[in-house]
């Protein structure tokens, strides 16, 4: 089956740094994205990864590692606003079909 | 910059009742994307279309059907609307060739069957 693992829920602190995980299991591979969701609204693009190693993007960053199906986002002085849902999804087919985890809810406390 | 739009952001029916749900990009996009996202349960997605007058089921198409007449638009219609489809639906569309390319979403239809 087509699996993808991501803790339920978070909490970190205003100005720290949170690592949220991603393990993954698929037939297919063409590349791992990272969404944002607020609370009652859409997912947002936040980053993709095709290759292993590091995307840097301002304060978020996005690593893969696809021999261990493993990829994680990295958020630097977290602010109030990245209180969000983190959604990890895998594009496995041509037709941009995504498989998508059940998200990661991040709490920036004061 | 891309812009998804669906036609409602809440609505209200009634059991039995045929719901038609309407989702439009202006980018030009070859794919088009209908999820449902409900708590716990994570985005599940129920028809794709990735070409005109084409449509392809996804995981949980029971109960829904679609139609893709332009490029531009992409319909969801719910049958006979039942308590269990009350959710929160997203549309998103995304380019076929390129690489990088996301999927984009609208703001997401809040429907509520009493």
């Known amino acids: 089956g087509q699996n993808i693992d991501q803790p339920t829920e978070m909490t970190a602190t205003e100005g720290a740094i949170v690592q949220i995980n991603c393990t993954y299991q698929?037939?297919?591979?063409?590349?791992l994205f990272w969404y944002q969701q607020h609370a009652g609204e859409a997912p947002t693009f936040l980053s993709y990864n095709v290759l292993d190693g590091l995307e840097e993007k301002g304060r978020f960053s996005s690593f893969l590692s696809r021999s261990k199906g493993y990829s994680y986002l990295l958020l630097k002085e977290l602010q109030m606003k990245d209180s969000a849902s983190y959604l990890c999804a895998v594009e496995t087919g041509n037709n941009r079909k995504l498989i998508w985890g059940l998200g990661t809810s991040l709490a920036v406390n004061p | 910059d891309v812009k998804v739009t669906q036609s409602s952001r809440y609505l209200v029916k009634r059991t039995g009742e045929k719901v038609f749900l309407e989702c439009v990009q202006d980018?030009?996009?070859?794919?088009m994307f209908w999820y449902r996202q409900d708590p716990g349960l994570g985005l599940r997605l129920i028809y794709f279309?990735?070409?005109?007058?084409?449509?392809e089921k996804g995981d949980i198409p029971e109960g829904y059907s679609v139609s893709r007449e332009k490029k531009e638009r992409f319909s969801l219609i719910l049958e006979s609307a039942s308590t269990n489809q009350t959710s929160m639906y997203l549309c998103?569309?995304?380019?076929?060739?390129?690489?990088?390319?996301?999927?984009?979403f609208g703001p997401g239809t809040r429907l509520l069957v009493l």
């Open positions: 279309s990735y070409d005109v007058k084409m449509k």
């Open positions: 698929t037939s297919g591979f063409n590349g």
């Open positions: 998103a569309s995304s380019p076929s060739s390129g690489v990088k390319e996301t999927q984009y």
């Open positions: 980018m030009d996009h070859e794919n």
